[in-house]
């Protein structure tokens, strides 16, 4: 559900990072030290929940679990959602720097609501109403950011009105999927550790002996083996080979899937089209070349994921200008090909959790001695 770098507007990014600003100094206020240990944690578990990829057509999509942040840490969901996304952009390039207000403001505005949605099980008494709510609390979250990502795609033009139908679509099955694991979660919370929940009242559940700071720390590891290595930053990745005949021009994800039915654009350096085409089952498309020049050629695979790359002239040296594509122009585009797979990026993986967890313990050590010297 992030939104790429290059996609959106000045004043909507504008908006994003005022709106951001916003939600965070509001949801931030009166946060007390031991808050953030918890904070830190489950800001990791959103973290690599975003890892884990699900190809969907031309494009992808991945757990999001922004509701049950929301269930879990309340209106301290944000600035956890927000940390976790700059994160993600910084590391993995998961959207970019400058969406980083509209990606938060998306996915918290949608952990916030989930949040509202958890505290409406105090006005009705039923049995496993925490779970219901749990679960609805959940779909919640997704819905709204899926509405709120329609809705930024809308500002962009004509051209990204079906695609933000498709996004509705597609976070329809989305939605059921993370209500029924945010319900699943809850229910093992309410067995194990209930106050754990946001806007718990405390009753006559006794509590485990198992410290909270551990108990979350064992969750978020043990999220990290639920990561396939080929479920890495699902941006979109685009590169091109000169042939004789034209330029072939490939995208393709992290993993090594090509992005098939992906449009593609050549472009002059002063933004002037001057060829379209759609890639392949092996993601790619041979464009005829007009004439020795740089060029700039995109890709948009849809629901935000679009790059582009510059072509100098110089590397143009082996292709014949207006040159006429024939029939050899498929054996071309199967059996040419950059499409590749990059490595698992551990290290950042690593140095995502070190970042949260010295956070998270400078918060428990600050929290620890301001106890003592009372």
């Not at 679990?65 to 969901?77: F, P």
């Not at 989305?174 to 945010?182: H, N, Q, S, T």
């Not at 654009?265 to 070349?289: I, K, P, Q, Y």
């Amino acid at each position: 559900m992030h939104i790429s770098d290059g996609v959106l507007s000045g004043p909507v990014l504008a908006a994003g990072w005022a709106g951001a600003a916003v939600l965070a100094a509001a949801t931030t206020r009166k946060m007390d030290m031991e808050e953030v240990p918890k904070l830190a944690v489950i800001a990791g578990v959103f973290f690599v929940g975003s890892l884990i990829r699900f190809p969907i057509g031309a494009a992808s999509v991945h757990l999001i679990l922004n509701g049950l942040v929301g269930v879990i840490l309340g209106i301290r969901a944000f600035p956890a959602i927000l940390l976790g996304i700059t994160l993600q952009a910084i590391l993995f390039g998961h959207g970019g720097v400058s969406v980083i207000g509209v990606n938060a403001c998306m996915m918290g505005g949608g952990a916030l609501l989930a949040y509202g949605v958890w505290q409406l099980r105090n006005v009705v008494s039923f049995p496993k109403r925490e779970v219901v709510f749990g679960g609805l609390a959940g779909a919640a979250g997704v819905f709204v950011s899926g509405c709120v990502l329609a809705l930024v795609m809308v500002t962009t033009g004509e051209a990204f009105w079906a695609v933000a139908k498709t996004v509705l679509w597609i976070h329809v099955g989305i939605m059921i999927f993370e209500g029924l694991v945010a319900a699943g979660c809850v229910s093992f919370l309410m067995k194990v550790r209930p106050d754990m929940l946001a806007g718990w009242r405390r009753g006559g559940s006794a509590r485990p002996a198992t410290p909270p700071v551990a108990f979350w720390a064992a969750l978020a590891v043990a999220a990290t083996f639920l990561a396939p290595t080929s479920a890495h930053a699902h941006k979109l990745l685009i590169d091109y080979t000169p042939v004789k005949e034209g330029l072939l021009i490939e995208a393709f994800f992290p993993d090594g899937t090509p992005a098939r039915k992906t449009t593609l654009r050549l472009m002059a350096e002063d933004g002037t089209v001057v060829g379209r085409g759609m890639t392949n089952e092996h993601g790619g498309h041979l464009f005829a070349v007009p004439e020795r020049t740089d060029y700039v050629a995109d890709a948009d695979a849809g629901m935000g994921h679009y790059t582009k790359v510059a072509i100098p002239a110089a590397d143009l040296a082996d292709v014949e200008p207006g040159a006429t594509l024939t029939e050899d122009a498929a054996d071309i585009e199967k059996t040419v090909t950059k499409v590749r797979k990059e490595p698992f990026p551990l290290g950042r993986v690593v140095i995502g959790f070190a970042i949260l967890a010295v956070l998270g313990g400078a918060a428990l050590l600050a929290s620890k001695r301001k106890r003592h010297a009372a």
